[in-house]
C-alpha cells in the first residue's frame, strides 16, 4: 500500500535532519538527494525481485552507507534509523488497509492514494519531531546498550506489524496487531524522551554545579584581592606615619635619629605579609603573598618554603595550582580555633616537583543539644539533620607533579 517513493524520502528526511552534519548544510543536502536518487534505483530493482518491503531495506541501506560519510553520529544511530524506516513501513501496512476497511464510505481510487500519502507524511513528521532532540542531544555519544536495546524493540515493531508473531492473537488478528505495534511504537518514542529529559536535567545539574564552583573560586580571588588591598592600604599608611615621624624629627633637631628610625621601620617593613618576598617568579610571589595577607587577617601564622627551580610548567599553571592550595587551606584553617597554622612547601626533584600545603588549628567546640526552650519544629530537623563527619586537628593538602 506505501509508496516506495514517499518511503525512501521520508528515510532520506531522517538521515539529513536526524543526524549531525559533517560538512556545510547545502553539500549535505545535495549529497542525501543524489543518495536518495541511487537509493529509488536500487529499491526498483529489489522491488521487481523480492517485492516492495525488500525495496524500502535495499533503499535504506544506501542512504545508510551514504550517511557513514556524510554524518557525525555513530554507526549504531545511523543503524538505527534503517531500522526505523522499516518500522514506518510496516506499520502504515498494517495500519492502512485497516484504516480504510472501516471508512463508511468507498475508498477506492485517488482518495486511497491521497490517504496513504497523508499518512506517510504524518508518521514521518511526528517520528522526526518526537526523536530530532534525543538524536542531536546525544549525537556525540557512542554506541550504547539502550540504543541496542531500542533496535531490537523496533525489530519487535516489524515483526508484530508485518504478520510473524500472529500466532499470539486469537482474536481480530487485525486489530490486535495495530494495538500491539501502535503500543510499541509509542513505548519506543516514551522511552526516548525520557532519556532525553533525564541526559538534559543531568546536564543542567552539572552546569549549575560547575557555575557556584567558578562563582565559589572567584569569591575567593574576590576575597584575596581584597585582603591584599587591605594589607597595601595598611603599608601606605605607615609610610606615611614614618615619613611624617621623620618630618618632626627633622624640624626638633633630631637629625641624628632618623638613620636609626629608618633602619627600624625597613626591619618592621620585613614582617608585613604582601610586601615579603616568597619567590623569585614575580606572578607567583604574587599569589603567595596575597594568600598571606588573607592568612595575616584572619589570625593565621603564615610560613612559606617555595623553591621552584627549573619546571616544565608554566608561569600560569603554577599560579593556579598554589592559588588552589593555599585557598583551601586557608579557607580551612580559617574556620578553627586556637593556634591556626599554614605551612607551604615548594621544592624540586629529579623530574618533579612537589606542593605542599599543611594548616592546622583546634576544632571548633560544637554545642551540645538541649531540649529545653525548643518547638516541635527544631526538633524535628535537629532528628533527621545531616550528622557532621568527624575532622581531624590535623590537615594537608598536597600536588606533586612528574
Known amino acids: 500500500m506505501t509508496d516506495l517513493v514517499l518511503s525512501l524520502l521520508c528515510a532520506a528526511g531522517?538521515?539529513?535532519?536526524?543526524?549531525?552534519?559533517?560538512?556545510?548544510?547545502?553539500?549535505?543536502?545535495?549529497?542525501?538527494?543524489v543518495t536518495y536518487?541511487?537509493?529509488?534505483?536500487?529499491?526498483?530493482?529489489?522491488?521487481k525481485v523480492l517485492g516492495?518491503?525488500?525495496?524500502?531495506?535495499?533503499?535504506?541501506?544506501?542512504?545508510?552507507?551514504?550517511?557513514?560519510?556524510?554524518?557525525?553520529?555513530?554507526?549504531?544511530?545511523?543503524?538505527?534509523?534503517?531500522v526505523l524506516t522499516l518500522s514506518c513501513h510496516f506499520y502504515l501496512e498494517a495500519y492502512i488497509p485497516l484504516a480504510l476497511g472501516v471508512m463508511p464510505f468507498s475508498t477506492a481510487g485517488a482518495f486511497a492514494g491521497f490517504?496513504?500519502?497523508?499518512?506517510?507524511?504524518?508518521?514521518?513528521?511526528?517520528?522526526?519531531?518526537?526523536?530530532?532532540?534525543?538524536?542531536?542531544?546525544?549525537?556525540?555519544r557512542g554506541p550504547s546498550a539502550f540504543l541496542w536495546g531500542m533496535c531490537l524493540i523496533q525489530l519487535g515493531l516489524c515483526a508484530v506489524?508485518?504478520?510473524?508473531?500472529?500466532?499470539?492473537?486469537?482474536?481480530?488478528?487485525?486489530?490486535?496487531?495495530l494495538f500491539v505495534s501502535t503500543?510499541?511504537?509509542?513505548?519506543?518514542?516514551?522511552?526516548?524522551?525520557?532519556?532525553?529529559?533525564?541526559?538534559?536535567?543531568?546536564q543542567r545539574a552539572t552546569e549549575e554545579a560547575a557555575r557556584t564552583a567558578m562563582l565559589d573560586m572567584e569569591a575567593g580571588d574576590f576575597t584575596d584581592l581584597l585582603a591584599a588591598v587591605k594589607e597595601v592600604?595598611?603599608?601606605?599608611?605607615?609610610?606615611?606615619?614614618?615619613?611624617?615621624?621623620?618630618n618632626v624629627m627633622l624640624q626638633d633637631g633630631n637629625g641624628e635619629m632618623v638613620p636609626r628610625y629608618v633602619s627600624i621601620f625597613k626591619k618592621n617593613g620585613e614582617n608585613v605579609p604582601i610586601l615579603a618576598a616568597y619567590n623569585e617568579n614575580p606572578y607567583l610571589n604574587a599569589v603567595i603573598a596575597a594568600k598571606a595577607a588573607f592568612a595575616a587577617q584572619n589570625g593565621i601564622s603564615f610560613e612559606s618554603n617555595a623553591v621552584t627551580g627549573s619546571t616544565p610548567l608554566s608561569s600560569v599553571e603554577m599560579c593556579v595550582l598554589v592559588n588552589d592550595l593555599l585557598t583551601r587551606a586557608c579557607l580551612d584553617a580559617a574556620a578553627y580555633d586556637g593556634d591556626k597554622r599554614v605551612r607551604f612547601t615548594v621544592f624540586p626533584g629529579e623530574d618533579s616537583l612537589t606542593l605542599e600545603a599543611v594548616y592546622s588549628g583546634e576544632l571548633p567546640q560544637q554545642k551540645g543539644f538541649s531540649w529545653k526552650g525548643k518547638n516541635l519544629t527544631q526538633l524535628l530537623e535537629w532528628l533527621f539533620d545531616e550528622d557532621a563527619q568527624n575532622q581531624d586537628q590535623l590537615h594537608g593538602?598536597?600536588?606533586q607533579d612528574s
Open 233 to 246: 592600604k595598611a603599608a601606605r599608611k605607615a609610610g606615611e606615619y614614618a615619613l611624617d615621624t621623620v
Open 52 to 82: 516492495p518491503s525488500w525495496a524500502v531495506a535495499a533503499g535504506t541501506l544506501v542512504l545508510f552507507l551514504a550517511s557513514l560519510v556524510l554524518s557525525k553520529n555513530n554507526p549504531l544511530q545511523k543503524f538505527y534509523l534503517v
Open 115 to 140: 490517504f496513504t500519502l497523508i499518512s506517510q507524511l504524518l508518521l514521518a513528521a511526528l517520528v522526526g519531531l518526537c526523536l530530532y532532540r534525543p538524536f542531536h542531544h546525544f549525537s556525540d
Open 183 to 202: 503500543a510499541m511504537f509509542v513505548a519506543v518514542i516514551f522511552v526516548f524522551r525520557s532519556v532525553y529529559q533525564a541526559g538534559r536535567f543531568r
Open 161 to 177: 506489524a508485518n504478520g510473524k508473531v500472529d500466532f499470539l492473537f486469537r482474536m481480530h488478528i487485525p486489530a490486535e496487531r
Open 397 to 399: 593538602v598536597s600536588f
Open 14 to 33: 531522517f538521515f539529513l535532519i536526524l543526524l549531525e552534519d559533517r560538512f556545510r548544510l547545502w553539500a549535505t543536502v545535495a549529497c542525501y538527494g
Open 37 to 47: 536518487l541511487v537509493s529509488l534505483g536500487a529499491g526498483w530493482i529489489v522491488s
